[in-house]
């Protein structure tokens, strides 16, 4: 059996549904959750909308959920940090690479939260680049489905 080999690149949402956020206020401001097929993070990143005028930067962070969609930081694992600064331009996204394979499968999920603020009103996309992991197999185990019983 051969697998079709895929990569993707997510925008997180809001609990809106809206694509971008603001980083005048700290706290989770988009999130995601995968479907049926379980992935890995290759990257993280924020593509900055408008200028960032202040030399202060922000600090963004990235988490892993262990169950989607908790907002409880207990339940958080770091995938790590982007640091928008006043150097960067608009329309570049600052991304990293985590330093270690994090795979996010059902009901796990991911946040994006602001934790330092820039002063002004600075817009945002928070993104991910995941491709499949073939490890691990679809909808078995501990992944937050229920097989469907007959009537």
Excluded at 16 to 45: E, H, M, N, Y
Aim: charge should be negative.
């Amino acid at each position: 059996m051969s697998y079709v080999h895929w990569q993707k690149d997510i925008t997180m949402l809001s609990s809106a549904g809206d694509a971008t956020f603001t980083c005048s206020t700290s706290g989770v401001k988009a999130r995601w959750a995968p479907g049926l097929s379980p992935v890995q993070i290759r990257q993280v990143g924020v593509l900055a909308l408008t200028s960032i005028l202040d030399p202060i930067h922000g600090k963004i962070n990235f988490w892993k959920t262990s169950v989607y969609p908790s907002t409880t930081s207990t339940n958080w694992t770091s995938i790590g940090t982007v640091f928008l600064l006043s150097t960067n331009q608009v329309g570049k996204v600052i991304y990293l690479e985590p330093t270690s394979m994090i795979e996010v499968q059902a009901p796990a999920g991911v946040l994006c939260e602001v934790e330092t603020i820039t002063s002004g009103t600075v817009t945002a996309e928070a993104h991910m680049f995941v491709e499949p992991s073939w490890d691990t197999q679809v909808g078995i185990g501990t992944c937050g489905y229920v097989a469907t019983t007959t009537a």
